[in-house]
C-alpha cells in the first residue's frame, strides 16, 4: 500500500491549492479515505472523509464551505480543493485510508491504517 500526496506549496491568504493523493498497492474504490493536516507543534487534525463512491463527504467545521474533498477512482486519486485559505491553515496535509468496516462518517485517527508522507501547505502574505 502506498499514499503520495502531491500539490503542497506556498500560497496568500485568500487563494486556493489543490492537493492529490495518488493510492497505490489495494483495491482504492473499496476504502474510505481521509484528509488529516498537522499544523508545527500540534497534533493531527481531522479535516474531511469520502466514502467509497465519493457520493457522501464530510468536512470539520474549520474548512466546511471552503474545502472539498473528491476522488477518481479510475485515477486512483484523491483530491482536496482548498479555497479562500488562511493562514491558521498552514500544515503538513496527510492522506489517509480508513480500516475496512469502519465508517466514512466517523473514521479518524485511530481507524487509519495507512498515511501518505504528507504535502506541505504554507498560508503566508
Known amino acids: 500500500v502506498q499514499l503520495v500526496e502531491s500539490g503542497g506549496g506556498t500560497v496568500q491568504p485568500g487563494g486556493s491549492l489543490r492537493l492529490s493523493c495518488a493510492a497505490s498497492g489495494f483495491t482504492f474504490s473499496s476504502y474510505d479515505m481521509s484528509w488529516v493536516r498537522q499544523a508545527a507543534g500540534k497534533g493531527p487534525e481531522w479535516v474531511s472523509n469520502?466514502?467509497?463512491?465519493?457520493?457522501?463527504?464530510y468536512y470539520a467545521d474549520s474548512v466546511k464551505g471552503r474545502f472539498t474533498i473528491s476522488r477518481d477512482n479510475a485515477k486512483n486519486t484523491l483530491y482536496l480543493q482548498m479555497n479562500s485559505l488562511k493562514p491558521e491553515d498552514t500544515a503538513l496535509y496527510y492522506c489517509a485510508r480508513c480500516r475496512a468496516g469502519s465508517s466514512w462518517l466517523t473514521c479518524r485517527a485511530d481507524e487509519y491504517d495507512y498515511w501518505g508522507q504528507g504535502t506541505q501547505v504554507t498560508v503566508s502574505s
Open positions: 469520502i466514502n467509497t463512491g465519493g457520493g457522501s463527504t
